[in-house]
């Protein structure tokens, strides 16, 4: 499914500068084609944010069942925590909760999806990410999809998380005709706050950086007429 046209050498030597890098056209067009249609009709996402310091993930049904106190309550806190620099709120799917989905290799659409996380994971994949990133201790990967709509945001931080060994974040952009005032940028920043640049969200390309960068993804505006898409996640080395 990778683009066999990449030129991995050329890529390494970019990605030796920065320890960043964008690669174009990641994947062959018909597969990112299909994963951009999924992402748009099939995924189940749920709504991810956190709560007084707790990772929270709500389906649309556990979401149609708060009052609208609660639902306020909620957002109260989220907006609180984001004023200090804290938490984030968007729509995902993660590899962790596929067994929990009582449809897996059932729904032919949900099947193909799963098939997209084992092959972030597979040999094809992370020989090529170690060959970019010169990293031979990469084992797997954990990723997910996201959906960022309006008022949906990721606060500033680093994704390095003691005992789970992620050593490269990644996003695998699947937003087609993305304009930089809609928000939803992949923005990073120097080690005191200050902004360094950001990255558009694109189709096909694979965004991929050490975790040891601070990132974040600003606010997506009200007026964005579309979401956000992507594939997300870590290659990470454990065992």
Known sequence: MINSDLDTHELANAFKIDKRLMIENF??????ERILDA???????????????????????ELAKLSQQESNDINNKITAAANQGIGFLYEGYLKSRVE????????QKLDFLHRVFEYM??????????????????????????????????TRHLDVVPGRGRRFAFVLGMTKDWHPDWGGLLQFYEKDGTPRDAWMPQFNVLSIF????????????????????SLTGWFVARG
């Open 27 to 32: 994947l062959q067009e018909d597969i990112a």
């Open 121 to 154: 994971g597979s040999e094809d994949v992370l020989n090529k990410i170690k060959a970019i990133t010169g990293n031979q201790d990469i084992t797997g990967a954990e990723p997910q999809y996201t959906r960022y709509t309006s008022g949906h945001f990721l």
């Open 100 to 107: 929990n989905t009582t449809e897996v290799g059932v729904n």
């Open 39 to 61: 992402c748009k009709n099939s995924v189940p996402f749920s709504l991810q944010y956190v709560l007084d310091g707790q990772y929270q993930s709500k389906s649309p049904a």
């Open 210 to 229: 050490e975790v040891s960068h601070i990132h974040a993804v600003t606010y997506v505006t009200p007026y964005a007429p579309v979401p956000r898409l």
